[in-house]
């Protein structure tokens, strides 16, 4: 019987963010509000996954909003108790929208107990990224970026940085922060009805054709990129660069913790003997 799951995800329910992005869903995700966060249980959830076999390739502990946003004692808590079961994860990483890295304590306790942290920006031109997200605090200059063990970037691809600004920026960070691993591009895509945000990602996100040229010169830049056509490219073995340019691919073996409770991609709790036999989804 297979018991490996492709990961397990603690997404806190907050929707507390320090920044003012145009394109945010957060506060309209109302599938989150109005919960209390529980983890009592998770120490006794873990124990379970263990006792049964079960491996999951990675653990991610993210936000509805920026996650470090949490109080401390709630982020060591859950960094204790996962590090208590490390053997049931290969990695472990924790999103930052950037926040992370101005509040030192936080940032010792996850860059101790997590392996990599990813930075989820809009762009890596750091005066349009502040200007896009209304955000004064400046991440490239805080050292803490470079004290980080292992980053993943996360940038949203707006169409306001033309192409060859684009991977010159890209070159210059993996450059200067020879710890940032992988790079993720992402086009948002909106899916549902008409809103501000729809909008506004239709009117600024870069177009089709954009990210068409935008992968054909990292194709003939990067000779090992690996082109799995629509959905990721990946450019080398110790910094990939990876294009995902048809928007989020869904998970297929993912389990979610809300208060608690075990949940499956499609919010749909789950039942427990099937977690534990590996069957859940
Ligand atoms: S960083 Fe994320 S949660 Fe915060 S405002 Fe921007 S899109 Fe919303």
């Known amino acids: ?84 079961y490390s053997n049931l994860f290969r990695n472990k990483r924790f999103y930052t929208s950037g926040n992370l890295f101005f509040e030192d304590k936080k940032f010792e306790l996850i860059n101790r107990y997590f392996d990599q942290i990813n930075i989820m920006i809009n762009s890596l031109n750091p005066e349009l990224d502040m200007q896009v997200t209304r955000y004064n605090k400046a991440i490239w200059s805080n050292e803490n970026v470079k004290r980080a063990k292992n980053i993943k970037l996360d940038i949203s691809l707006t169409n306001y940085l033309d192409t060859e600004h684009f991977i010159r920026d890209i070159e210059e960070r993996l450059k200067e922060f020879p710890n940032i691993k992988k790079v993720k591009l992402k086009r948002l895509k909106y899916h549902g009805e008409e809103t501000k945000q729809s909008k506004w990602i239709r009117e600024n996100m870069m177009s089709e054709q954009a990210i068409d040229k935008l992968s054909e010169i990292l194709t003939q830049k990067y000779p090992k990129f690996t082109n799995s056509k629509d959905t990721y490219f990946k450019i080398k073995e110790d910094c990939n660069l990876i294009l995902n340019a048809a928007g989020r691919k869904n998970p297929t073996k993912w389990l979610f913790i809300k208060n608690d409770k075990i949940f499956n991609y499609y919010d749909e709790e789950l039942d427990m003997k099937k977690v534990l036999e590996g069957e859940a989804l």
């Open 1 to 84: 019987m297979n018991k490996n799951y492709d990961g397990l995800a603690i997404f806190f329910e907050s929707f507390a963010c320090d920044k003012n992005c145009p394109y945010c869903i957060a506060k309209d995700n109302i599938q989150f509000l109005n919960k209390n966060e529980n983890f009592d249980q998770l120490e006794n959830l873990l124990k379970q996954f263990s006792e049964s076999g079960l491996h999951f390739d990675k653990f991610i502990l993210s936000g509805n909003g920026e996650t470090s946003l949490q109080d401390y004692e709630t982020l060591k808590g859950i960094a204790q108790i996962v590090s208590n």
